[in-house]
């Protein structure tokens, strides 16, 4: 999975007319580490979409701007405009990340 490098880059990305799922996590994030096994799977089994990852301890700011206070968290985007998002402080499984991508 690509890391978002910088704020231009997110908005680069966001606008672009191509699918992108931005995984909101940290380090420190136990639930984030529970999901990191299986997310290349998924990632795999939904190739239409880029899957960027956005460390929320240096992109604090994105996360204020787009409500992101629980992680991990996921928000897709096609052409700036916000597709769905699967944002909760609960840890999420495979399934419920998959079935979140399917009803985008």
Known sequence: MKHL???DEFAELKNSPE???FLF???WC???RFIEPFMSEVEA???QYTFIHVDRDKFI???IELDVFGI???IAFEGGKELGRFVSKDRKTQEEIEKFIESL
């Open 72 to 74: 991990p968290s996921f």
């Open 45 to 47: 089994k939904f190739d």
């Open 19 to 21: 699918k992108h799922i």
């Open 61 to 63: 700011d994105t996360c």
């Open 30 to 32: 136990g639930d984030c």
């Open 25 to 27: 996590s940290a380090e």
């Open 5 to 7: 490098q910088s704020a």
